[in-house]
């Protein structure tokens, strides 16, 4: 059974830093391209930031020069070091493997920016 599972969420004040991390098992992912993706009450899940399996790096405009996604196919991990959050920063935080024609899920990581 393929399990996703994410850790490193937490409260920062902003300005601060995390590590989000994620980890993959049931399954090896060296091959495919992984995403991170946030969510908040109300609205739909938006993408962040994603790795191709050559290491090439995509960011959605409200975190780029903030946010660096990065793997280990070794591990079969992905992380995203995230930098000099903001309040808006504040969400779900989903580590994710969009094969097809299933996609895979983490059970999500709450990040909370706040004074």
């Known amino acids: 059974q393929v399990q996703l599972v994410e850790s490193g969420g937490g409260l920062v004040q902003p300005g601060g830093s995390l590590r989000l991390h994620c980890v993959a098992s049931?399954?090896?992912?060296?091959?495919?391209?992984m995403a991170w993706h946030r969510q908040v009450p109300g609205k739909q899940r938006v993408l962040v930031a994603t790795?191709?399996?050559?290491?090439?790096?995509s960011y959605a405009d409200f975190v780029k020069g903030r946010f660096t996604i990065s793997r280990d196919n070794d591990k079969n991990t992905v992380s995203l070091q995230m930098d000099s959050l903001k309040p808006e920063d504040t969400a779900v935080y989903y580590c994710?493997?969009?094969?097809?024609?299933?996609?895979?899920w983490g059970q999500g990581t709450q990040v909370t920016v706040s004074p």
């Open positions: 049931g399954a090896t992912f060296t091959t495919n391209t």
């Open positions: 994710n493997v969009p094969t097809f024609p299933r996609p895979y």
């Open positions: 790795i191709s399996s050559g290491g090439r790096t």
